[in-house]
């Protein structure tokens, strides 16, 4: 199940609003700042506010996931739960950051989008904190024991509403975040260029802004898991007929996604990546001493990419044989890549899964 593959290596999904070619940057940005090295920090500084933010705050997401995957959630716990001790995760103390987020959130740069979002998620989580920590602690200490699940009881009609808000406005939320960071970037690439001209360091930034965009037309929704009873009735259906898609699913713990590439803003990035692939393989002028591990690397992904194309392109963005692996060579290339980049070009912008 290569989709499976996609959302275990990359996890969620995003739209892209930048598109960067060999001749320079284009993007159909909503954040508009004047040309300065002080604004594109504090565009850089907000962005990574909000990075911080929403991957400190997956852990409700998680903990969240953790309880379904053992209580019933039309029902709520009884008690009699066969993987009870699951419980739920602990959450992280996040409140200082939610708080820089919120006040992020109202100074310039402005991007009305994605800052109404943050404050609004934000919000959602505050509700649910509270209760999700009182559940956490409850299961932790194992309370149901001496309670006979009164207080579980008690607490899961209250968690499922906070629960199913904040899962809602997270959803709204990334896709608005990552297409900010896609402009905060574009920013900071064409500030690099700006400052010293078409170095290496603005090629190689220029190129890795470029494979970004590819990267983000896989889907990265998190895949809805099996609750403890479907893995149960998986299992006791297992016999020596059972066929190896089962297997994986049974293994991942996830049901089937129908989850789908599409195909044609998977070309327009992947077009955009080779035009910056030109660019950065033309570039003649001085080098920095850690150029060579990292120079061969963009014009190697380009071919991995494209031969990842064409077959995806005769599946129309669904799974295909084979494609799993491709898949999973494709992301570690991502991420080797953006390793060896570090020491060409150190961007400041940090990274979200």
């Known amino acids: 199940m290569w989709v499976i593959d996609v959302l275990a290596a990359l996890r969620r999904r995003v739209a892209y609003g930048l598109f960067i070619f060999a001749g320079g940057i284009v993007a159909g940005s909503a954040l508009v700042l004047p040309a ?13 506010t909000y990075i911080e933010a929403a991957k400190n705050t ?9 309880y379904a995957s053992w209580v019933n959630m039309k029902t709520g716990p009884t008690g009699k739960e066969r993987y ?32 109404a979002a943050m404050v609004k998620y ?36 209250k968690m499922v509403p906070l629960a ?5 406005e997270r959803k709204a939320m ?11 970037q574009a920013l900071e690439v064409a500030a690099l260029e700006a400052k010293d001209g078409r170095t290496a360091a603005f090629h190689t930034a220029n190129v890795m802004a470029a494979l970004h965009r590819v990267m983000d037309t896989f889907p990265r929704e998190r895949p809805e898991q099996m609750n403890a009873d479907e893995m149960d009735q998986m299992m006791a259906e297992i016999g020596p007929d ?36 030109e660019g950065f393989e033309g570039f003649t002028g001085e080098k920095p001493k850690d150029f060579a591990k990292f120079k061969p690397m963009p014009g190697e992904m380009r071919i991995v990419l494209q031969e990842f194309q064409k077959p995806l ?41």
């Open 58 to 66: 997956e852990r409700a997401v998680e903990s969240w996931e953790r």
């Open 84 to 115: 009870l001790s699951y419980g739920m995760y602990e959450l992280y103390g996040v409140e200082p950051l939610l708080k820089e987020a919120r006040d992020a959130a109202g100074r310039e740069p402005r991007a009305e989008a994605v800052d």
């Open 36 to 48: 300065g090295a002080e604004d594109v920090q504090e565009a850089l500084g907000k962005a990574n």
């Open 313 to 353: 392109a005769k599946s129309g963005g669904r799974e295909f044989d084979g494609g799993g692996q491709m898949v999973m060579r494709i992301t570690q290339r991502y991420y080797d890549m953006m390793n060896e980049s570090q020491s060409v070009w150190g961007s400041r912008l940090r990274h979200l899964p």
């Open 164 to 168: 199913t808000a904040f899962i809602a």
């Open 242 to 277: 059972t066929s190896g898609e089962k297997f994986e699913q049974l293994i991942s713990g996830v049901k089937p996604s129908n989850a789908t590439i599409d195909v044609a803003r998977f070309g327009a990035a992947l077009d955009a990546y080779a035009q910056a692939v």
């Open 122 to 157: 934000i919000a959602a989580y505050e509700a649910l904190a509270p209760v999700m920590t009182e559940a956490a602690a409850y299961y932790e200490r194992q309370g149901y024991e001496a309670d006979k699940m009164a207080l579980g009881k008690s607490l899961h009609p």
């Open 174 to 184: 990334l896709p608005l975040l990552r297409a900010h960071i896609g402009e905060v």
